[in-house]
């Protein structure tokens, strides 16, 4: 029934959340090979438990830096600088295991001839699928409940560092239910946050908190109603977080990094590698179309998906999807996309401008829906609208 009602929920985690910990170390190694050396290839990811750290993988880079201090960096830029705490950044132990970039990989991505090879240009990283998604619920063109979750993220981590909300320690998970009719936000219908805090604190004046000082400072009053339900720290107590609490892995946290499960994922993580890695730079290349093909008026919801073979330049499918909300058909809209955009490895990475140390700021709170700097986050840019929406015929 396309306007039945029911609702859908979205999480998003903390940068202290113990796997968002890891992909911030890997994409601060990342941008430390490419600070001094665009052309690094980087693999990196990140494990941490207990007081430990361990950095693997493949990087070939002309960068000569401080492996350690880097990491040692991050950690201290998240917050677990508690000289007491079982994690924190000055005792942690940090273990690497990290070779060159196969040469048999290299091989296939370097823009040269080798024998198998069917061309001499940049192929793909990997084979894989990658999805890109857009739709008109906000104004930065993501799905709400994700959308929702990231802000109260990013408004429990500005209250920790800026030190209103003393209690509040660096891991913390958050999640919004949305109440739809069809496409149609009609309210929210429950808020959850769980924050890691001082063991000084007491859950009422959390959960008090919590409910006056983030989330009716942050969500939109208008969807918040007598029965929205706001369940806070609803175990009782977090005080052990972090990799004290759980263990942290790079790339586990895919769905919090892209549409929050409202649109489709190809399987690939994006920290910790370079954009010859397609799972990262074809990821972001999709939602750059799709958010285009929205803002151009062409639809009201678009999805995109495409695929690629290791070594070989051109995607080997294309699909679109507009789920029925298309001003033309979508056929229309696939021939003007291929039209306006190139999906060739070596194309995406100049017309988004990648080989830059930009990738720290895209580790948390979700890589899509982020109009803050669009000189950095350029797959969030609406510049090529009129061009589809030309080709299109509209």
Sequence with gaps: ??????????????????????????????????????????????????????????????????????????????????????????????????????????????????????????????????????????????????????????????????????????????????????????????????????????????????????????MPRHLLDKKTRYLVNPTGRFVVGGPEGDSGLTGRKIIVDSYGGMGRHGGGAFSGKDPSKVDRSAAYMGRYVAKNVVASGLATRCEIQFAYAIGFPEPVSLCVDTFGTGKVSDQKIEKAIREVFSFKPAAIIKQLNLLRPIYRKTTNYGHFGREDDLSTITWERRDKAKDLARAAGL
């Excluded at 929920?9 to 430390?32: N, R």
């Excluded at 290299?106 to 739709?135: I, N, P, S």
């Excluded at 509040?168 to 959850?192: M, N």
């Design 1 to 218: 029934m396309p306007n039945r009602r029911y609702i859908f929920s979205s999480e998003s985690v903390t940068e202290g959340h113990p796997d968002k910990v890891c992909d911030t170390i890997s994409d601060s190694i990342l941008d430390a090979c490419l600070e001094q050396d665009r052309n690094s290839r980087v693999a990196c990811e990140t494990l941490a438990k207990s007081n430990l750290v361990v950095i693997a993988g493949e990087i070939t880079t002309r960068a000569d830096f401080d492996y350690p201090k880097v990491v040692r960096q991050a950690i201290e830029e998240i917050g677990y600088t508690d000289p007491h705490a079982l994690f924190n950044h000055k005792t942690c132990q940090i273990l690497t295991a990290l070779l060159r970039q196969s040469p048999d990989i290299a091989q296939g991505v370097d823009a040269r001839r080798a024998e198998g090879k069917k061309t001499a240009e940049q192929g793909a990283g990997d084979q894989g699928l990658m999805f890109g998604y857009a739709c008109t619920e906000t104004p930065e063109l993501m799905p709400a409940p994700i959308m929702y979750a990231h802000k109260l993220g990013r408004a429990m981590a500005r209250a920790r560092k800026l030190g209103y909300i003393d209690w509040l320690r660096p891991d913390a998970k958050t999640q919004v239910s949305v109440e739809y009719e069809g496409h149609r936000v009609l309210r929210i219908d429950a808020v959850v946050v769980s924050t890691m805090h001082s063991d000084d604190v007491k859950h009422r004046k959390i959960h008090e908190t919590i409910v006056r000082e983030i989330i009716h400072k942050t």
